[in-house]
């Protein structure tokens, strides 16, 4: 079992890594325990900050229940990095400080927030930006301890490029699909049944509108958590059939349900769909559209927050609507999607004239076209979505491109890289001792590695 060690001072630049205490250093210090890893302590506080982050930035809003369940999936997760951290520190591995802050910035960019804005709402829920840097940290750790170990052992050579370019010809007049993934590994047949409860959890939390991006970054293993799951563009019939199969059904902006896959579970979503570069799109007809109607067939969403709601709460909901629009496609069956939504209230409007409708819907309405929803915006009555149910052209879908030998290349060695990693973790987790409060430590058993 690696022991714990004291870490050397942090040099100027370097980003701390989070390898915790030891049982005698928590206990002196009075900390209370949720995990011990390999001799050093996970505490209460670690376990509250990050369930607190993950709240925070996740647009969930559980039951009781519910946020038991969070806290079992991100004390299994600080437990996985916990074990990455301490092999990261046995090989020397320091992140910069730099490096985390890149990283931030691309989180700000994917969000449209500012780092004031970031930084206000974590204030606003007791969460420590440290907290979210100590994540971070902790994933480009890992992501170099693997590379450190395996980088320089795998070679893709000029056949395998050619080879992958070649199917991708053979396929180019194939649909194309742009995905996001959460994956969670299932290291031993025991352990199915609590990785697919821990994914059918996800799940609930994404359909309750939860952000994709950032459960991905939470609770995914697959190295494209860093990216929010983000996989990039794959062809039809590029992924193992189970996969290839829900895609080629789902609809862009849709979520699967956990599929049993090779090495685990996988929830997708299909970001975008492109045709093959076959498709003529310039030839499909855009039906004739009203740009200035007198009147519209509008739906309308409704989350309950009272005039003057504190601010946190209202920045909390006013996240949940930005999340939930991005899911709505159409009036279609929305008031059967809403109704499974706590604290949502659907009204279908019918065909509304514009003159009757308020300054305030109507300067929503300004900026929305066809089918689309407008902004969230605050009324006496809470936090609302308008959605126009005339129809528009038909989305311009993208047209698939070969990508280049340096992208192909690249994509290999990720996709390698994905694969040792997970044999490498899975590795480390066979070997480490993990211990709750009340229960004697020693190795753990093998069906609880997934933990």
């Not at 030891?22 to 995990?35: F, I, N, Y």
């Not at 990261?88 to 994917?110: E, G, M």
């Not at 995914?220 to 590029?238: C, I, K, L």
């Not at 685990?264 to 492109?274: D, E, H, S, T």
Request: glycine residues 6%; hydrophobic residues 35%.
């Amino acid at each position: 079992m690696p022991k714990a060690t004291h870490a050397a001072a942090t040099p100027p630049g370097t980003e701390p890594l989070n390898t915790g205490e030891t049982r005698e250093e928590a206990q002196l210090k009075g900390d209370s325990v949720a995990s011990i890893v390999n001799d050093t302590v996970i505490t209460d506080y670690d376990l509250r900050q990050r369930v607190a982050l993950y709240l925070a930035t996740s647009n969930a809003h559980p039951t009781a229940e519910g946020l038991k369940g969070i806290r079992e999936q991100v004390l299994r997760q600080l437990e996985t990095e916990r074990i990455e951290l301490l092999e990261a520190q046995k090989n020397n591995i320091t992140v910069s400080a730099a490096d985390v802050d890149k990283a931030i910035d691309n989180i700000l960019k994917d969000n449209h927030l500012t780092l004031e804005q970031l930084t206000g709402m974590l204030a606003r829920s007791h969460v420590q930006l440290a907290t979210m840097r100590s994540q971070i940290a902790s994933q480009i750790a890992w992501s170099k301890t693997v590379q450190q170990q395996y980088g320089d052992r795998i070679d893709i050579s000029d056949e395998e490029v050619k080879d992958q370019l070649q199917r991708l010809a053979e396929g180019r007049n194939k649909p194309h699909f742009l995905v996001a993934e959460i994956f969670q590994a299932v290291d031993n047949p025991e352990d199915d049944p609590k990785v697919l409860k821990s994914m059918q959890d996800l799940e609930e939390q994404l359909r309750s509108g939860a952000s994709f991006g950032e459960l991905a970054r939470q609770f995914s293993q697959n190295p494209t958590a860093a990216s929010g799951g983000d996989m990039g563009v794959v062809v039809q019939g590029q992924l193992p059939k189970e996969l290839d199969q829900a895609l080629s059904n789902m609809r862009p902006g849709a979520l699967s349900e956990p599929i049993r896959s090779s090495g685990g579970y996988y929830i997708l979503l299909l970001r975008a769909r492109q045709e093959g570069e076959g498709t003529d799109i310039a030839k499909q007809p855009d039906p004739p559209v009203n740009a200035h109607p007198d009147a519209l067939p509008l739906d309308r969403i409704l989350l309950p927050i009272g005039p003057k709601p504190p601010q946190d709460l209202r920045d909390k909901v006013i996240a949940f609507a930005n999340e939930l629009r991005t899911h709505i496609q159409s009036c279609n069956r929305l008031d059967e999607a809403i109704k499974g939504m706590k604290g949502a209230v659907f009204m279908s409007l019918g065909t509304m004239r514009l003159a009757d409708l308020s300054p305030q819907i109507r300067e929503a309405l300004a900026q929305t076209g066809p089918g689309e929803t407008t902004m969230p915006f605050q009324s006496s009555a809470g936090i609302e979505l308008i959605v126009r149910c005339d129809k528009g052209p038909p989305p311009r879908q993208e047209v698939f491109k070969l990508p280049t030998k340096d992208e192909i290349e690249q994509q290999l060695f990720e996709q390698r890289m994905a694969v040792l990693s997970r044999q490498y973790l899975r590795d480390l987790r066979r070997d480490a001792n993990i211990e709750k409060p009340g229960q004697p430590l020693g190795p753990r058993k093998s069906s609880d590695a997934s933990e």
